[in-house]
């Protein structure tokens, strides 16, 4: 509804605010400013918190230890409830804070407005945030153990497999499948390496920094701390209330998996074409088209190729709320938690469908080495034999091998089907020796470098990654 025009009567302003906007100013209030419908999914790291935070005012004598184990039993019975899911959520009480609270005071009496002492929502929040952050960089850590489990697999299967490999997407020169998995094996290794670094470096306490400016209350923040497995109280009050930047660097993390999804998920998609037919995914991660019997689509390879639009678009809008804002807290703060529940979860599906895709997957050897073999792509292998066995400057042997492809190409036939003689026709050296590198096997196998092709590196990587992931 736009606010086109401030003419006319205040019967006809009331009309042009009508239908949804109808609500009284404290409905609206309330509609802008309740978040339990979402940061419910923050009351489990709420209540750890407040048996923290409670078992600490009772060891500083700050509350008795009466009053502490009465909110204790009162927060794991709310715990419980909310597991059953019969807890009384309620908009009335805006937050998950409140909620809790709320329901503790009705469940315990007086004692429960004793746990709020030393202690405002704002620290209260940013510490429930943050474990609830860490505990699903916790969550990415087993996935990406499992999908890299899942593609070292895939590569101990297929050290032998030779496939094409490419450039521009043109063939370039004959690889092997188990050295396309282990490519992606570094890649999420990388990823779940960003996302161990951004734990480290987040794993501090914001609790006890109270609304702003500390307490004048004899709280032991290093106790809080160490009872929430943070390994430390963050050193200054108003950064801890303000600081969201754990957010922002583990979306980041998570924008940046999302992308090594998204190529994996490209690849899957043009494999499984008909024009490709590199590989073959069970009924399990494809679908069948309503009109086109013949079509099974990728569904889900491509769902994951679309995931990094949405946890890119949680960076943005995280990133956008919070530049510019002053310190300390401010009720924009508020904003911060749903694109990050929605780009996790939205990380978390792609990284368990893609795992399970991986698995799946058969890749279709045949096709794969007869594709290995097309267009030229051991054309390098020729030119390189030219320089080691006849000692040709690479310019030259670039220029001859040139000019057998051509030959080769005329007659329709592939490199290591061309004849001998025809060769020799353009360089008499030559030999049958040549045809020892002409295949894409012998091609790939002569690519031994350190992290190269050859099946012999790559099953060097495999034994390796069994190692580090055992
Ligand atoms: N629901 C609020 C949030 O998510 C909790 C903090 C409220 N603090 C305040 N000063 N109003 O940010």
């Known amino acids: 509804m736009g606010k086109t025009s401030n003419t006319g009567s205040k019967s006809a302003k009331q009309k042009m605010w009508g239908g949804r906007f109808s609500a009284a100013p404290g409905e609206l209030m309330q509609a802008i400013n309740v978040s339990i419908g979402f940061d ?39 715990k419980a409830e909310i597991a059953e899911g019969v807890f009384p959520f309620s908009d009335e009480l805006e937050d998950i804070h409140l909620n809790i609270e709320g329901r503790l005071r009705e469940n315990i009496g007086e004692a429960a407005g004793r746990l709020h002492t030393g ?34 697999g895939k590569a101990g299967e297929n050290t032998e497999t030779i496939m094409p490999g490419f450039t521009h997407l043109q063939n370039a020169q004959p690889v092997t499948f188990g050295h396309h998995m282990l490519a992606y094996l570094e890649m999420f290794a990388r990823d779940r390496s960003r996302f161990q670094d951004c734990r480290k470096r987040m794993n501090e306490s914001p609790l006890g920094a109270a609304a702003l400016a500390g307490t004048p209350y004899p709280i032991d923040r290093d106790m809080t701390a160490k009872a929430l497995d943070f390994d430390c109280p963050m050193a200054n009050s108003l950064d801890a209330v303000s600081a969201r930047d754990f957010a922002l660097e583990a979306l980041s993390c998570a924008t940046i998996c999302a992308t090594h999804l998204s190529r994996l998920s490209e690849e899957i998609v043009i494999w499984t074409s008909a024009q490709f037919q590199f590989i073959k995914l069970s009924d399990a991660f494809t679908t069948g088209s309503s009109i086109m019997p013949q079509k099974r689509n990728p569904d889900a390879a491509e769902l ?47 990284l368990a469908a893609m795992a399970g895709m991986v698995r799946d997957m058969r890749p279709n050897k045949d ?4 594709s290995a073999g097309a267009a030229y792509s051991t054309a390098t292998d020729l030119a390189d034999w030219l320089v080691r066995e006849l000692g040709m400057p690479f310019r030259n042997a670039h220029h001859v091998t040139g000019t057998i492809v051509a030959l080769a190409e005329g007659q329709g036939l592939t490199l290591d089907a061309l004849a001998l003689t025809d060769m020799q026709t353009v360089e008499p050296r030559i030999t049958d020796d040549v045809y020892s590198v002409l ?8 690519r031994t470098s350190y992290g190269g092709t050859a099946p012999s590196e790559v099953a060097k990587q495999v034994a390796r990654w069994e190692e580090l992931l055992k």
Do not use: C
């Open 40 to 78: 419910q999914r923050m009351a489990d790291q709420d209540i750890r918190g407040s048996i923290a935070h409670a078992a600490m005012l009772a060891q500083q004598g700050i509350i008795t230890q009466q009053d502490h184990d009465a909110i204790k039993a009162g927060l794991l019975a709310i």
């Open 119 to 152: 202690r405002s929502r704002n620290d209260q929040v940013a510490t429930d945030f943050r474990l609830w952050v860490r505990d699903y960089l916790d969550h990415f850590d087993a996935q990406l153990s499992d999908l890299m489990q899942a593609l070292l």
């Open 304 to 350: 994951v190729r679309a995931k990094v639009g949405r946890i890119m678009g949680a960076l943005t809008s995280l990133t956008i709320v919070m530049k510019g804002l002053p310190l300390a807290y401010s009720k924009d703060m508020q904003e911060d938690k749903e694109p990050v529940f929605d780009g996790f979860d939205a990380l978390s599906l792609g």
């Open 367 to 370: 096709r794969l080495a007869e």
């Open 439 to 446: 295949s894409p096997l012998a091609s790939a196998s002569s």
